[in-house]
């Protein structure tokens, strides 16, 4: 069975930076492209970054092109996301998503709830 | 700056028969975006409905259709049920490793 696990979430003040962890299992890890996707409270899905299958290629959101970076551990099974220079505007559920072959996202993590205020 | 456009909201009877749609603010929505769509209770991750325009995915239930109409994509429930009152929403791929979702569609059953 597919798991993905995010980790890592809090409160972390404006400018601040915070790291998420998604641990993967039931699938073979370094063989699939991974994601992460964001909902603001009361708000609707928004694509964020994602990184391929072995990590040498990485695209972002313009909203957080230059503040975030995805990377990941295949020898972990690990997924992340550094977000630095945070803004009230990232306070955000953030999930994490595996891609299939094709351009769709097929299992999903339950979220890690990051919080951006003074 | 691609945007993908959905109704806000929808309601519909049990046992009706709803289709959202889903558009980009310029131009036509075609297979070459890949559509798929998703669908959100509160407080939950959102589950994979639809893939690859008109591909259900594994255990989601037949009444749940899709396809292109006109220059949209759109899911159709047959036969609406009080679980599928949800949010659900639609996702292109633009091309160069860039994915835009849609503002999502509330569902109410009643």
């Known amino acids: 069975e597919v798991q993905l696990l995010e980790s890592g979430g809090g409160l972390v003040q404006p400018g601040g930076s915070l790291r998420l962890s998604c641990a993967a299992s039931?699938?073979?890890?370094?063989?699939?492209?991974m994601i992460w996707v964001r909902q603001a409270p009361g708000k609707g899905l928004e694509w964020v970054s994602v990184i391929t299958d072995s990590g040498a290629n990485t695209f972002y959101a313009d909203s957080v092109k230059g503040r975030f970076t995805i990377s990941r551990d295949n020898s972990k099974n690990t997924l992340y996301l550094q977000m630095n220079s945070l803004r009230a505007d990232d306070t955000a559920v953030y999930y994490c998503?595996?891609?299939?072959?094709?351009?769709?996202?097929?299992?999903w993590g339950q979220g890690t709830l990051v919080t951006v205020s003074s | 700056q691609t945007v993908v456009t959905q109704e806000s909201s929808f309601s519909v009877s049990p046992g009706g028969t709803v289709t959202f749609t889903c558009g980009l603010s310029s131009g036509s929505v075609s297979t070459s975006y890949y559509p798929s769509w998703y669908q959100q209770t509160p407080g939950q991750a959102p589950r994979t409905l639809i893939h690859?325009?008109?591909s259900r995915s594994s255990g989601v239930p037949d009444r749940f259709s899709a396809s292109i109409l006109g220059n949209k994509a759109a899911l159709t429930i047959t036969g609406a049920q009080a679980e599928d009152e949800s949010d659900y929403y639609c996702l292109l791929y633009v091309g160069s490793g860039i994915w835009v979702f849609g503002g999502g569609t509330k569902l109410t059953v009643l």
């Open positions: 998503a595996k891609r299939p072959v094709g351009y769709y996202f097929d299992s």
């Open positions: 690859s325009t008109n």
């Open positions: 039931g699938f073979s890890f370094s063989t699939y492209v």
